[in-house]
C-alpha cells in the first residue's frame, strides 16, 4: 500500500511527476471530471481546519468522487476511548483513501500500518504536513519554475510550525538552496530537523532573529503563524506572539520577485496590506493545494500495490529498548502499540521515536 506520511516518501522524480499532473489538471480539468467516479474518501480531522480539510473534499468532488468522515474527533468515536489503529481498520471498509489530520505526532503513521488503503497525512501535531508541502512546492514552481539555487527565508514559529519542517526536508533534495531561519531564539527549528535533514544534506543555512534586516537577499519568504495550540506555557505565547509583522514598510525592502508565502491560517504575521501587493501568493497557494491534492488523490489511488516508503526492513529499528519521553507522540496514548526507536546516526549514537522522530536516548 502507498501512503503519503513525510514528504520524503516521495522521491524527487516522484514529486516532478506529481507538480506536472497538477499542471495538467489545472489546464484541463474537464479530463479529470470522472477519474475518481464511485471512490470515497475519507477525511478523518482530530484537528481544526478550513484549507486542507475542505481543499481535499473539493479536490474529490472535482474528481467526481464522494467524501465520508468528520471534522471534529469529538464527534467520532474516538471519544469513548477507539484507538487510531482500530478507527482505521474500521474506515478501510468504508472508503478508498482516508485523509487524517490528528493532534498526535506519529498519528498518520499508525493509522497508514494499520489501514488497507492509502492514507495520507493531513498534519501530525507538530511534527510534519507533508501535502502542505506540495502545495508550497506547486506555488514555488509555477512562479520560479525550478527549486534549485533558491535562497529561502523561513520566518516565525520555526519550532512547532509543522508545514517549515516538511517544506525544509523537501528542499534539502534540491542543489544550492540556502535556508535564512529567522526565529526568536525559543522558537528555532527542532533538533531532528538540523540534525537529521539539514546538516547531512550539507544545505547552507544561517539562524537569524531579524526579519528586516534579512529580507533583502530572498527569493522566498515562507512566514509563519506563532502556533499558540502547540504551547506549554501561556506566558511564553503571549511574550513571542507579535514577533513579527511583515508589512508594506518590509516589503519595501524585498526583492522585486521575492514571493511571500504563509500556509495560513495568518494571525497578524501578514499585514493586509501587504494582500495587494503581486508578490504576496499565499491566497494563490491555498488554491493551489486544492490542484495538488487532486493529483495527489490520483497517484495514490493509482499506485494502491506499491509498497510505501517506510519499511520495518529498511530501518535500523529497536524494540522496545527505548522509551518516547514526548508528551505528544501517538505512543504515549495507543493501546499497546510498541515502543520503536530508529538508529539515525551511529556514529553520533542517535536514536529517535519512529513515530514523533524526538530524541528517545
Ligand atoms: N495550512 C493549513 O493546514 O490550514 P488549515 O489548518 O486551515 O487546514
Known amino acids: ?113 494499520n489501514s488497507s488503503i492509502p492514507v495520507i497525512n493531513a498534519g501530525d501535531g507538530g511534527h510534519c504536513h507533508p501535502t502542505q508541502t506540495l502545495a508550497d512546492l506547486l506555488t514555488i514552481y ?54 537529521d535533514i539539514i546538516i547531512p544534506n550539507k544545505m547552507e543555512y544561517i539562524e537569524v532573529e531579524n526579519l528586516e534586516e534579512n529580507i533583502s537577499n530572498l527569493d522566498v519568504l515562507y512566514m509563519t503563524r506563532i502556533q499558540r495550540e502547540r504551547f506549554t506555557d501561556m506566558n511564553e505565547y503571549e511574550r513571542l506572539k507579535n514577533s513579527y509583522v511583515l508589512d508594506v514598510n518590509k516589503m519595501n525592502k524585498a526583492p522585486s520577485k521575492m514571493i511571500v508565502l504563509h500556509p495560513l491560517p495568518r494571525v497578524n504575521e501578514i499585514s493586509v496590506k501587504v494582500d495587494s501587493d503581486p508578490r504576496a501568493l499565499y491566497f494563490k497557494q491555498a488554491l493551489n493545494g486544492k490542484y495538488i491534492r487532486m493529483a495527489l488523490i490520483l497517484k495514490l489511488l493509482s499506485e494502491k500495490d506499491k509498497v510505501t516508503k517506510f519499511s520495518f526492513e529498511n530501518n535500523k529499528l529497536l524494540y522496545n529498548k527505548y522509551k518516547c519521553n514526548n508528551p505528544k507522540c501517538i505512543c504515549q496514548t495507543e ?5 520503536i526507536s530508529k538508529i539515525v546516526d551511529e556514529k553520533n549514537n542517535v536514536v529517535r521515536c519512529i513515530y514523533c522522530e524526538q530524541r528517545t536516548n
Do not use: W
Open 142 to 195: 509555477r512562479e520560479k519554475g525550478t527549486f534549485d539555487n533558491l535562497t529561502v527565508g523561513l520566518c516565525g514559529d520555526l519550532k512547532y510550525g509543522r508545514t517549515v519542517h516538511s517544506l525544509i526536508a523537501a528542499l534539502s533534495r534540491y542543489k544550492g538552496i540556502k535556508l535564512v531561519l529567522i526565529s526568536p531564539k525559543e522558537l528555532r527549528i527542532p533538533a531532528n530537523v538540523l540534525e
Open 335 to 339: 493501546q499497546e502499540l510498541e515502543q
Open 1 to 113: 500500500m502507498n501512503h503519503l506520511i513525510d514528504i520524503t516518501d516521495f522521491s524527487v522524480e516522484e514529486l516532478k511527476d506529481l507538480l506536472d499532473s497538477a499542471l495538467d489538471i489545472i489546464k484541463n480539468p474537464e479530463k479529470y471530471q470522472e477519474k475518481c467516479k464511485h471512490k470515497k474518501l475519507a477525511t478523518l480531522f482530530f484537528e481544526p481546519s478550513t484549507r486542507t480539510r475542505l481543499s481535499f473534499e473539493a479536490a474529490m468532488y472535482e474528481l467526481g468522487g464522494n467524501v465520508i468522515g468528520f471534522s471534529d474527533g469529538a464527534s467520532s468515536s474516538a471519544t469513548k476511548g477507539e484507538s487510531i489503529a482500530d478507527t482505521a481498520k474500521i474506515v478501510s471498509n468504508y472508503a478508498d483513501i482516508i485523509a487524517m489530520r490528528s493532534p498526535k505526532e506519529g498519528a498518520a503513521l499508525v493509522a497508514s500500518l
